[in-house]
């Protein structure tokens, strides 16, 4: 692929996340298994979904599970189907992997799923490796890789995937403005709101463990504020005094976490913490 822009729900202008995009799109064409590798919030989800749904020849189906949401045996039935009886006649439930055969399945936080889950999804793909192009089915997972770069998964379903990694959102702090005012559009479609430069800056400045999940939390936060088209710093610290939590609302993290960025938001222009 040479525009990279092909998928216009992908906002911004990062040169890693463009390589991400790109290298995304030639992965589904060429038929390979895809790992998206990020912190939660990052678009893994938005760019696999997006992408699929832009690969050639057509759109197949595409199947989804969270890994996150269920336990590890519900999780592998989900995915493998499981046997019930029904008056004494045994049968057998279709999982994710036996009703995405003809299209795509994407497994959301993939790391979460049991060793034993993992390698019984490596001992299904492998047959599949043989087929011709267009004939199996093609997985894309998404996973937070561990401290050392490395994937948390087993080593043989490791070793089937494409690796893409995305940045996270303070690595692309250039794009914090245009992905803040195409959320605001959508947000808001019938007035005019945009963020001052004071507020871009203040969030520049911000780690954001959330990532753009938690820019866009902020954001519909603000737009409850009292603003006139203009989302300033004064709005944000009015809401971090009343709520420190707001900056925690998508991915469950600590309040303490961000207790640097209220103390930072409750500077005033003397400089003295209020």
């Known amino acids: ?130 087929k011709p192009r267009r004939a199996g089915m093609q997985l894309m997972i998404t996973c937070t890789p561990l401290s050392d770069g490395s994937l948390p998964l087993y080593p043989g379903l490791a070793a089937m995937v494409r690796r893409i990694q995305l940045p996270a959102l303070r690595e692309r702090i250039e794009d914090i403005r245009p992905i803040a005012e195409a959320f605001l559009r959508n947000a808001s479609p019938f007035e005019s709101v945009r963020c001052s430069q004071a507020l871009i800056d203040r969030f520049c400045e911000y780690y954001w463990p959330g990532n753009i999940t938690e820019l866009r939390s902020i954001l519909r936060r603000l737009l409850l504020e009292s603003h006139s088209g203009l989302l300033d710093v004064r709005q944000l610290d009015d809401l971090m005094c009343r709520d420190q939590s707001c900056f925690a609302l998508s991915q469950g993290v600590p309040p303490g976490v961000h207790v640097h960025l209220l103390q930072h938001a409750s500077v005033s222009e003397s400089g003295s913490v209020q």
């Open 1 to 130: 692929m040479n525009d990279w822009q092909v998928i216009p729900e992908i906002v911004g202008c990062n040169a890693n996340l463009r390589l991400a995009v790109m290298q995304m799109m030639d992965a589904l064409e060429e038929e390979h298994h895809v790992v998206l590798e990020g912190e939660p919030g990052s678009g893994r989800r938005l760019l696999a979904r997006s992408a699929w749904a832009r690969r050639t020849p057509g759109a197949r189906p595409l199947f989804t599970l969270d890994c996150h949401i269920f336990g590890g045996d519900a999780t592998e039935a989900l995915l493998f189907g499981e046997r019930s009886s029904a008056d004494s006649h045994p049968m057998l439930h279709g999982g994710r992997f036996n009703l995405s055969m003809t299209g795509g399945l994407l497994l959301l936080h993939a790391d979460e799923l049991a060793v034993r889950t993992q390698t019984r999804l490596a001992q299904a793909l492998d047959p599949l490796l043989c």
